[in-house]
T-cell receptor, first 118, second 115 residues
């Protein structure tokens, strides 16, 4: 079974600094998708960034980038120039290929609570 | 606004009662989901529907029954509520797979408290 591991329950970063949130995954699939979501204290789940397993370049979306190291099975989220509004819970997630019998659902890690300090 | 909307936002009820949570998406997506987020923030898939057909039913007690009257709606009915059912329930939807990964779009969640 696939597994997503986020080893940092909590992280602190100074405003305007960059921060890396770790995510490792375990799968025997060759094709898969990796996602990051943000959950602020208000509770909604916000999609941030996606990386396909066959994508050769690391995904970027504004201040978010995904450091994808396939051989190490890691998909770390990098947030540049942190802002106070980045304080939230961040979840890494994975989707298996349809061929595996997956129904396109995402499997989530346990999350990392990021606090940005002024 | 295009979105996934679920109601109610808060639900407080007593043990043994039956309750429903409604979910609607106007994104034109073909797959809808129910997730449960527990007190430790862990998100777990409960159900997945594709074009009104159930395709995932994880190890969820049969007190939980999803119903999809059409592609845009997926409601969750819970019978004989128990204390352990207290959690935040998220509805989500996704489109057919695309180069952008077809991420799940989530509703704002329903916080269920069973007393």
């Amino acid at each position: 079974a696939q597994k997503i591991t986020q080893t940092q329950p909590g992280m602190f970063v100074q405003e305007k600094e960059a921060v890396t949130l770790d995510c490792t995954y375990d799968t025997s699939d060759q094709s898969y998708g990796l996602f990051w979501y943000k959950q602020p204290s208000s509770g909604e789940m916000i999609f941030l960034i996606y990386q396909g397993s066959y994508d050769e370049q690391n995904a970027t979306e504004g201040r978010y980038s995904l450091n994808f190291q396939k051989a190490r099975k890691s998909a770390n989220l990098v947030i540049s120039a942190s802002q106070l509004g980045d304080s939230a819970m961040y979840f890494c997630a994975m989707r298996r290929p349809i061929s595996s019998g997956s129904a396109r659902q995402l499997t989530f890690g346990s999350g990392t609570q990021l606090t940005v300090l002024p | 606004d295009t979105a996934v909307s679920q109601t109610p936002k808060y639900l407080v009820t007593q043990m043994g009662n039956d309750k429903s949570i409604k979910c609607e998406q106007n994104l034109g997506h073909d797959t809808m989901y129910w997730y449960k987020q527990d007190s430790k923030k862990f998100l777990k898939i409960m159900f997945s529907y594709n074009n009104k057909e159930l395709i995932i039913n994880e190890t969820v007690p049969n007190r939980f029954s999803p119903k999809s009257p059409d592609k845009a709606h997926l409601n969750l009915h819970i019978n004989s509520l128990e204390l352990g059912d207290s959690a935040v329930y998220f509805c989500a939807s996704s489109s057919p797979l695309s180069s952008r990964g077809s991420p799940l779009h989530f509703g704002n969640g329903t916080r269920l408290t069973v007393t």
